[in-house]
């Protein structure tokens, strides 16, 4: 990877599509946005031939074919000639996919196996070393926005495998870093009543209900309201692992 700011920029977004032609325009957004320098072109052109050194050198004198294969021109605009598989993002959104089919299915220990492995493949946050224009910033939105459902979808699974206790930590943790997320919030509410701490549930659902007043002036949503009411009622059915069909117990107090 270059540790020069710009020619990473380029390369990260050629690598978010490999095999596929980004614009030139797109790329000169992406790192100088609406404000372009009368050299632009010619100073794109030098990114990229180095990113051709920087490959070449990687890739050694006796790989097939060269660096301008790799990062090959084309009308318009530059590509990046590597699998996607390659490509974390890639692996995984394919380990996502698959997940997410599993979880469907009723699979739920696959689900959460799939799972685990596709947010393994993050380490911090998304492009944690690339300096972010305009149009990578979509993308890191994206990707983080994936990221955390993926999360939910994975706790979903651990809860409907019975892993409350396990899962307690982790969802302290989230909720104290998302503050305003009642998916997240329910799901720590089920992870604490399953485990027997009652008292705890209930605090964080009023807890959530005072931060959503206090900062946006609104109540929690019916589901929530309908899923605290149900645990000061000790409904049975908050003891009952989700069915196939249920992505969640907070699906269970649905209008």
Same mark, same amino acid.
């Given at each position: 990877?270059?540790?020069?700011?710009?020619?990473?920029?380029?390369?990260?977004?050629?690598?978010?599509?490999?095999?596929?032609?980004?614009?030139?325009?797109?790329?000169?957004?992406?790192?100088?946005?609406?404000?372009?320098?009368?050299?632009?072109?010619?100073?794109?052109?030098?990114?990229?031939?180095?990113?051709?050194?920087?490959?070449?050198?990687?890739?050694?004198?006796?790989?097939?074919?060269?660096?301008?294969?790799?990062?090959?021109?084309?009308?318009?605009?530059?590509?990046?000639?590597?699998?996607?598989?390659?490509?974390?993002?890639?692996?995984?959104?394919?380990?996502?996919?698959?997940?997410?089919?599993?979880?469907?299915?009723?699979?739920?220990?696959?689900?959460?196996?799939?799972?685990?492995?596709?947010?393994?493949?993050?380490?911090?946050?998304?492009? /944690?070393?690339?300096? /972010?224009?305009?149009?990578?910033?979509?993308? /890191?939105?994206?990707?983080?926005?994936?990221?955390?459902?993926?999360?939910?979808?994975?706790?979903?699974?651990?809860?409907?495998?019975?892993?409350?206790?396990?899962?307690?930590?982790?969802?302290?943790?989230?909720?104290?870093?998302?503050?305003?997320?009642?998916?997240?919030?329910?799901?720590?509410? /089920?992870?604490?009543?399953?485990?027997?701490?009652?008292?705890?549930?209930?605090?964080?659902?009023?807890?959530?209900?005072?931060?959503?007043?206090?900062?946006?002036?609104?109540?929690?949503?019916?589901?929530?309201?309908?899923?605290?009411?149900?645990?000061?009622?000790?409904?049975?059915?908050?003891?009952?692992?989700?069915?196939?069909?249920?992505?969640?117990?907070?699906?269970?107090?649905?209008?």
């Amino acid at each position: 990877m270059p540790t020069a700011g710009k020619p990473r920029q380029v390369l990260a977004l050629l690598a978010l599509y490999p095999g596929r032609v980004v614009p030139v325009p797109t790329l000169m957004e992406e790192i100088w946005g609406t404000d372009l320098p009368q050299s632009s072109l010619t100073t794109l052109q030098t990114y990229i031939l180095q990113l051709r050194r920087m490959l070449g050198t990687a890739m050694g004198p006796d790989a097939p074919g060269s660096a301008k294969d790799v990062l090959a021109t084309r009308y318009g605009g530059y590509l990046l000639q590597i699998p996607s598989e390659a490509v974390d993002v890639f692996r995984y959104e394919r380990l996502l996919t698959e997940g997410r089919q599993a979880f469907e299915d009723g699979e739920d220990a696959r689900a959460a196996s799939l799972l685990r492995e596709a947010l393994d493949l993050w380490e911090g946050p998304a492009l /944690v070393d690339v300096r /972010v224009g305009p149009v990578l910033e979509i993308e /890191v939105m994206r990707l983080e926005q994936s990221r955390l459902v993926a999360q939910e979808r994975r706790i979903d699974a651990d809860l409907r495998l019975g892993r409350h206790v396990e899962l307690i930590a982790e969802l302290t943790d989230l909720i104290a870093r998302h503050p305003q997320h009642e998916g997240l919030h329910s799901q720590a509410m /089920v992870a604490l009543y399953r485990s027997g701490r009652q008292a705890a549930a209930l605090d964080v659902y009023r807890r959530l209900r005072q931060r959503l007043i206090d900062e946006l002036g609104v109540e929690p949503s019916p589901q929530l309201q309908r899923m605290h009411q149900a645990m000061l009622a000790v409904d049975p059915r908050l003891d009952i692992i989700a069915g196939p069909r249920r992505t969640s117990t907070f699906d269970l107090y649905a209008a």
